[in-house]
């Protein structure tokens, strides 16, 4: 592994356990008689090489693997088969407000995840920066996170990615719900923090906001990376799908 | 170290959530024990010829509905914790542990508020009770196994969650805790025997009311139930954790 590679993947495949049609309770077990789970195989044989500092695009259909992908190279899922080498850290990834907890504030939010991810102690601005990104009031931060809108999840979630400081940041379609003033917002911080020198993987199912932010991407599809190139070849690619 | 703030953050959590809506919020958790305790008075005190019948039934109801409590919010701990083990990467692990974690941490504001009844049904202050402190850490390793064992099936088999709630009131009857061991049958004791919770309630009650305090030979069977326990709850849930993502 050379020196400005940050993350290598080698011959990855990934296979869940998939439940038969509707066994999901035991009285369908012993009612139906037949084994529960078959596997299949989310991801096929995955190489990839990231260098620090790139910030690659990922493209695919509905169910391609591209979230599986993306929580692979976090550690989050193990491969079965190959292996995954990361040389930095990680902002958790918070696709449209999953992990935030609903019957919790948004302080209580931001304080479990800054303790979960570890940056509670590293830096005690944390919480402010987060109040500043996202423009939600202290009343607002107040407030069970399940009386938010979808915009307002989606500012939280994504100024409490942004607040861990990581060497790599992954962006899974949280770009999609916030008003154009958070999305611009967004776009150039993600700029800034590319020009510092953070790696970026970023998942859209819009080509204009891959073409803004990423120089090459790749394509998924069925569990297979099929194309990989500049982001304008890949866009045109990802287009000629439907 | 990071882990143990991580702990304490998700116990922190649990805690939290649990009362986040309730009046009374914390102190509901001591009104369910308070409250099968007058049951069983009005009902069995009259009938059950035991001396000091309410230090008998305390002692045994603290621990029951600890473990009750438990097992009832760990069984879905970690279903119920899909967005953060999709976003973050955790220990699926810490999710049952730090509900076991909470649930310790409650019981043992029980036993402070129980002290105080307890006194008042002929509990004696004594350096013995400290005693109850390994009880209650073999007790919560007895759980911690068999919560792993719940909450790993349950991701799979989602009325794991069900079952154990129709269970449980099924085991709180066969544990003699509101009437003496006696009560049962000689042919029926075996039931009472195969019941591991069984010799944690005895192991409390000796700490608490018997006269003599609890013999070496049940210290003996309680480390090995709650050591056994540990280890399968822990070979299944390794076993099962690597599909957790795909299922919740």
Redesign the interface.
């Known amino acids: 592994m050379s020196q400005d590679t940050i993350i290598k993947i080698d011959n990855v495949t990934i296979s869940?356990?998939?439940?038969n049609v509707g066994v999901?309770?035991?009285?369908d077990?012993i009612t139906q008689r037949k084994s529960?789970?078959k596997t299949k195989t989310i991801l096929h044989d995955i190489n990839l090489e990231v260098k620090r500092g790139d910030s690659i695009g990922i493209l695919g259909r509905n169910g391609s693997g591209k979230s599986t992908l993306l929580?692979t190279i976090?550690?989050?899922?193990?491969p079965h088969h190959g292996s995954v080498t990361v040389n930095g850290s990680?902002a958790?990834?918070?696709?449209i407000g999953?992990?935030?907890?609903l019957?919790?504030t948004g302080y209580?939010n931001i304080?479990?995840?800054l303790?979960?991810?570890?940056t509670?102690?590293r830096n005690t601005n944390a919480v402010d920066n987060i109040r500043e990104f996202s423009e939600l009031s202290d009343e607002v931060l107040r407030m069970p996170v399940k009386q938010y809108s979808s915009g307002m999840v989606a500012r939280l979630a994504f100024s409490i990615s942004l607040a861990n400081d990581s060497d790599i940041l992954i962006i899974d379609e949280v770009l999609a719900v916030g008003d154009q003033g958070f999305q611009a917002k967004c776009a150039d911080k993600i700029n800034q923090l590319k020009a510092a020198g953070t790696t970026i993987l970023f998942v859209s199912h819009f080509p204009e906001g891959v073409l803004k932010i990423c120089k090459t991407a790749i394509l998924l599809e069925d569990g297979h990376i099929t194309h990989r190139g500049t982001a304008e070849d890949i866009c045109k690619d990802y287009q000629r799908l439907f | 170290m990071?882990n143990i703030?991580?702990i304490?953050?998700?116990s922190k959590?649990n805690v939290?959530?649990r009362y986040?809506n309730s009046l009374v919020g914390f102190f509901w958790g001591f009104f369910k024990p308070l409250l099968y305790l007058l049951i069983f008075i009005v009902i069995f005190k009259q009938n059950s010829g035991i001396p000091h019948y309410i230090l008998f039934v305390t002692s045994g109801l603290i621990l029951w509905f600890f473990f009750s409590n438990v097992t009832g919010q760990s069984v879905g701990s970690v279903v119920g914790s899909?967005?953060?083990?999709?976003?973050?990467?955790?220990p699926a692990y810490f999710f049952p542990l730090s509900e076991t974690l909470s649930e310790l941490f409650n019981l043992v504001l029980t036993i402070i508020v129980f002290l105080i009844i307890m006194n008042w049904g002929g509990l004696v202050y004594s350096p013995r009770l400290l005693l109850i402190l390994p009880c209650i850490i073999l007790f919560a390793v007895f759980a911690l196994g068999l919560n792993l064992l719940l909450c790993s099936v349950n991701v799979?088999?989602?009325?794991?969650g069900i079952?154990w709630g129709t269970i449980q009131p099924a085991l709180f009857f066969l544990t003699p805790i509101g009437y003496p061991e006696s009560n049962i049958a000689p042919q029926y004791r075996i039931f009472m025997k195969c019941n591991p919770i069984y010799y944690f309630i005895k192991l409390g009650r000796g700490i608490f009311y018997d006269a003599a305090p609890p013999s070496m030979h049940l210290w003996v069977e309680c480390i090995v139930i709650a050591v056994g326990m540990y280890i399968i709850g822990q070979f299944v849930f390794n076993r099962l954790k690597?599909?957790f993502?795909?299922?919740i």
């Open positions: 869940f356990w998939q439940n999901y309770s035991l009285k077990l529960p789970f929580r976090a550690g989050i899922i193990k990680f958790p990834i918070l696709a999953a992990g935030l907890e019957e919790l209580e304080t479990l995840l303790a979960l991810y570890g509670a102690r | 990071q703030t991580r304490y953050a998700l959590r939290i959530l986040k899909s967005g953060l083990l999709k976003a973050l990467n955790i799979f088999f989602r009325d794991i079952i690597n599909q993502i795909s299922a």
